[in-house]
């Protein structure tokens, strides 16, 4: 939805560029290229955070399933870590090897 919205509002721009103002063609050109980039570079970022995510969680819900995972060249599992939910860390376990060490989900495979 957020995209149509945002080429909805795009497009009122090309419009109003094109009827209320006293730009060049070569202005109207480079200003479309430069706010195409702009666009482009903001659906690259938004799908890099979503697969960013999606992968962080994937790991959350394999720890939960019991099972171990790789953080940083380290094997995880619900023997040695504890999960923080509200911030997606590995916390080593009392009593481990691991103890006190804290390891973020992002960093999982």
């Known amino acids: 939805m957020a995209y149509i919205a ?3 509002i795009t497009g009122l721009f090309f419009l109003a560029l094109h009827y209320f103002t006293e ?16 666009i482009l ?16 969680l ?3 819900l394999k720890f939960k399933q019991g099972k171990t995972i790789r953080c940083n060249a380290k094997d995880v599992n619900a023997t040695n870590y ?7 860390t590995f916390i080593g376990k009392k009593d481990t090897p691991n103890y006190a060490e804290m390891i973020s989900a992002s960093t999982c495979e």
């Open 41 to 56: 570079g903001a659906i690259l970022f938004n799908s890099y955070n979503t697969n960013q995510r999606e992968q962080m």
């Open 82 to 88: 504890t999960l923080s939910i509200g911030t997606y």
């Open 58 to 60: 994937n790991a959350v």
């Open 23 to 38: 730009v060049t063609k070569e202005q109207k050109i480079t200003i479309t290229i430069v706010l195409l980039a702009v």
């Open 6 to 8: 945002g080429l909805v």
